[in-house]
């Protein structure tokens, strides 16, 4: 069997990435081009030359597209170099590759003699199984996927419920989606494990070489300070609409609906709060309703600020004005729409209230059928 130069990350964080170099060299045989173009990468990593690595890596990737270690040391790269959708699909390529390579060496003495499609594969083990979920949950947090990444960190948890990473990185996902509580509960948690693992690869570069427990117990003490500090108005309506579109993006309406009347209730004049109010008319099938919220929202005061979590992708980073507009347009085409098609129908025109329910008019008073007078008629009687 061949015998292949491979780095192995094995420790897994997102936002934060924190991992050892496991380093598997050949025994006794002649190293191919690709091999000998891994190994001279492995000791540019071993060096910290991350640039020189990745430059080797691309050359054996250049003569064997499809070699599995030359892919899952891309993927690593491309993890320290913080580009963690690119290390996603490194990672994928080099577990679908169904190669019965051992492992020779390796600076993980578990990891000797076994198959690589144990360490890349299906059959992952534990910790890179933790390692994959944690790097593609970091992939759609940059994204602005907060719910996906949340479904995907949950699943990493059952894989291993005290990885300090996961556990970090679903605070960080809970605070994304306005959840402060929940924020808290999980930086609490990775912090309470007094991990020294430090971290490599974060979405915030501020977190990167400290240990991880650190980053978590920082992150605790900064939620719990908003908890405490931001209790105006403004920023619970901001919580209340984040939770609303988080828990829209789960499907569940119940509780967005929820979320919304709470924010509309607190501050009946907030851009967003009268955008959302609007989305639940549309839902409700009252159009018209829909078309007047959207059009307050339009007008209101903080319409001009940016949307950072929507159930549409493509309307993030937009000023809610804008969102506003195009949620109008839709109302308003739909409502002529519905006109068009009742003209189609033709008959008569029937009332509806704006919760689309028939009105029923009061039949018309029918006056009595007039009757023959009983009595004659009565004149003046003449004197005699």
């Known amino acids: 069997m061949r015998k292949l130069v491979l780095a192995v990350l094995l420790f ?12 598997n060299l050949p025994k ?18 071993k060096k910290h030359d991350l640039a020189k690595a ?14 599995p270690f030359t892919l899952n040391n891309l993927g690593y790269v491309s993890e320290l170099k913080g580009q963690v959708e690119r290390a996603q699909r490194f990672y994928e390529l080099s577990g ?15 990891l000797e003699g076994k198959r690589l499609t144990e360490i890349t594969g299906t059959g992952a083990g534990r910790e890179l199984r933790v390692n994959h979920g944690n790097v593609l949950a970091m992939s759609l947090l940059s994204q602005g996927r907060t719910e996906e990444a949340e479904d995907v960190l949950r699943q990493t948890l059952t894989i291993d419920p005290r990885n300090p990473f ?41 977190w990167r070489g400290k240990d991880i427990s650190n980053v978590a117990e920082n992150n605790a003490r900064a939620v719990q300070h908003r908890l405490e500090t931001e209790e105006s108005v403004a920023d619970r309506v901001a919580r209340l609409n984040l939770q609303g579109v988080s828990a829209l993006n789960r499907n569940d309406r119940p509780s967005a609906r929820k979320f919304f009347e709470q924010a509309y209730r607190l501050d009946p004049q907030n851009a967003f709060a009268l955008n959302n109010m ?17 059009t307050q929202a ?26 506003a507009a195009s949620n109008d347009e839709g109302a308003e085409s739909n409502l002529e729409a519905q006109r068009q ?27 009595p059928a007039s009757q023959p007078n009983q009595n004659p008629p009565i004149s003046e009687i003449p004197p005699q």
Do not use: H
Request: glycine share 6%; charged share 30%.
């Open 278 to 294: 609007g989305y639940l008319a549309e839902l409700d099938g009252d159009q018209e309703t829909a078309d007047d919220f959207y």
């Open 28 to 45: 006794r045989t002649r190293l191919t081009p690709v091999q000998q173009l891994n190994r001279e990468g492995v000791n540019a990593l």
């Open 12 to 23: 897994a964080a997102v936002p934060a990435i924190c991992g050892d170099l496991r380093i």
């Open 341 to 367: 098609a009742r003209i189609r129908e033709g008959g008569p025109i029937q009332l509806k209230t704006r919760d689309n329910q028939p009105v029923i008019e009061p039949a018309p008073e029918v006056a």
């Open 166 to 206: 996961t556990l970090n990185n679903l605070g960080y996902t809970m605070e994304a989606e306005g959840n402060l509580e929940s924020a808290l509960r999980y930086y609490n948690s990775a912090a309470n494990l007094r991990s020294s693992e430090k971290v490599v690869v974060a979405l915030d570069r501020r």
């Open 54 to 67: 990745e430059k080797y890596f691309y050359r054996a990737y250049l003569i064997d597209p499809d070699d």
């Open 96 to 110: 679908r590759q169904d190669s019965e390579t051992m492992i020779a060496k390796s600076s993980d003495p578990k």
């Open 298 to 323: 339009k007008q209101a005061g903080g319409a001009n600020q940016r949307v950072s979590l929507a159930n549409r992708r493509e309307m993030q980073g937009l000023p809610l004005a804008q969102v």
